[in-house]
């Protein structure tokens, strides 16, 4: 990954397009941070999961990680916050709580 | 991609993402996650053509992108013509030994806009001649991307901001249009409806349509907390009271037989499903029973016709 292809947003000006406004690598949105829109966080207990993946099946933005063990982490790196994962965990293992200014 | 399953009861369900992360769906987004799972029920050797909206815009914002199966923008109009014409293509490559023979799935996604006004013609055109495509409809009710503009998908009662509600109008004057219904006349092998409320029928239905040889249709309902105003946790919920009431059924029609895939035995009232929605917060009684009688009489329509190929 060059430095050039990490630019995105207010630092990527028209001399950083590829000619012809080709995108030259497959998935690199992956390189864009989402976790900053966040206003609220999931947390899970891992003493109530278990293990169902639930939370992973139904994460809008592929924001839950399978890990070794087969438990389930939260990835903040792209986390939204929406909630989705808490509500359709049966097992109440998920809570939000509230995001607080750095 | 590394090509492993988690298993769901009898489930098994790819960890292979399609559409990476970083993607700039809205909090929530019940579009978003039906993609996804649609994506992994497609796997990785398709060609996808997509129409301008919310799923081209969040997944292509220059300079990066989220695909990582070939991919290409289309107009409005166009979708149905563009994948005919690489379908033709690549079966006219491999007939002339151009490129290897293999199972290239070519597909189709757009929205309700895109699908059901706009690209109507070039879809209709794309059925009648019999190509083989499969043609996902991400229907979010409205022109989204944009906005929330009314689109024929927009269903009755709901506040758009080109259809408002207030004094003198409840919103949307028109019963939604039946996208799925129109594309049974076509009278082609596949045609279903699908919610990622219900992920293992969705992803089931996408695989089964991108097998079948010949035009397929799915219809994907896609909650949208930011057009529907709901809270962004919901998007589940809503997609399950969608079925349950009755509003959007699970159907299948393979060639020609209808099969209901959810039957309740007694629907939910329709206020279930419109009370948690700001799009519907307007609605006074007497709409809303108008509702419930029209959701009756589709849903009656609808179990007759699975009546007719039973047993
Ligand atoms: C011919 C044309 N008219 C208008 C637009 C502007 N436009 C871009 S996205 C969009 C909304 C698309 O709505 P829909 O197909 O329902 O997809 P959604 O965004 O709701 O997922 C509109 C109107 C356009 N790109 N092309
Ligand atoms: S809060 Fe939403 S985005 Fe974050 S992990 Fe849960 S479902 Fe995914
Ligand atoms: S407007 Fe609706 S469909 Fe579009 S990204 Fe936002 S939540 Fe999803
Ligand atoms: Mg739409």
């Known amino acids: 990954m060059t430095e050039k292809r990490l630019k995105t947003g207010p630092d990527f000006i028209w001399r950083d397009m590829e000619v012809g406004n080709i995108v030259t690598e497959a998935g690199s949105a992956a390189l864009r941070r989402t976790g900053d829109w966040r206003s609220q966080r999931p947390i899970i207990d891992k003493e109530r999961c278990n293990k169902c993946g639930l939370c992973w099946l139904y994460c809008p933005d592929v924001a839950i990680k399978l890990l070794e063990d087969g438990y389930y982490e939260t990835d903040l790196f792209y986390c939204k916050g929406c909630g989705i994962c808490a509500k359709v965990c049966t097992r109440e293992a998920i809570t939000m709580i509230e995001e607080e200014e750095e | ?311």
């Open chain 2, 1 to 311: 991609m590394d090509g492993k399953f988690i298993k769901f009861g009898k489930n098994l369900v790819t960890t292979d993402e399609f559409v990476a992360e970083g993607h700039s769906f809205c909090v929530g987004c019940g579009e978003a996650l039906a993609l996804r799972l649609a994506c992994k029920a497609l796997g990785k050797d398709v060609i996808i053509a997509n129409a301008t909206g919310c799923i081209e815009i969040c997944t292509s914002p220059l300079p990066v992108t989220s695909w990582r199966v070939p991919w290409i923008h289309t107009l409005f109009e166009n979708t149905g013509a563009e994948i005919s014409g690489i379908e033709a293509g690549l079966k006219i490559l491999m007939k002339k030994g151009k490129m290897p023979e293999r199972d290239i799935k070519c597909v189709a996604v757009a929205g309700d806009g895109g699908t059901s006004d706009i690209g109507m013609q070039a879809l209709s055109g794309a059925f009648e001649r019999k190509h083989d495509f499969l043609y996902l409809c991400f229907d979010n009710e409205a022109y989204m991307n944009t906005g929330i503009q009314r689109s024929s998908a927009t269903p009755y009662g709901a506040s758009t901001t080109t259809a408002p509600a207030g004094k003198l109008s409840i919103g949307q004057t028109t019963w939604k249009k039946n996208m799925a219904e129109i594309a049974v006349a076509h009278d082609i092998p596949y045609v279903a409806t699908a919610c990622p409320s219900y992920p293992f029928d969705l992803i089931n239905k996408v695989k089964k349509g991108g097998e079948v040889k010949g035009p397929a249709y799915v219809h994907i309902f896609s909650p949208c907390p930011t057009g529907w105003r709901y809270p962004t946790d919901l998007a589940i919920e809503i997609g399950r009271l969608a079925v349950e009431t009755g509003i959007f059924p699970l159907y299948e029609v393979e060639n020609g037989r209808y099969k209901l895939n959810i039957d309740r035995p007694k629907l939910r009232p329709v206020e279930e499903y419109l009370k948690p929605q700001g799009r519907f917060r307007h609605l006074l009684d007497g709409e809303i029973a108008k509702i419930q009688e029209h959701v009756n009489e589709e849903y009656a329509k609808l179990k007759a016709k699975v009546a007719c190929f039973a047993a």
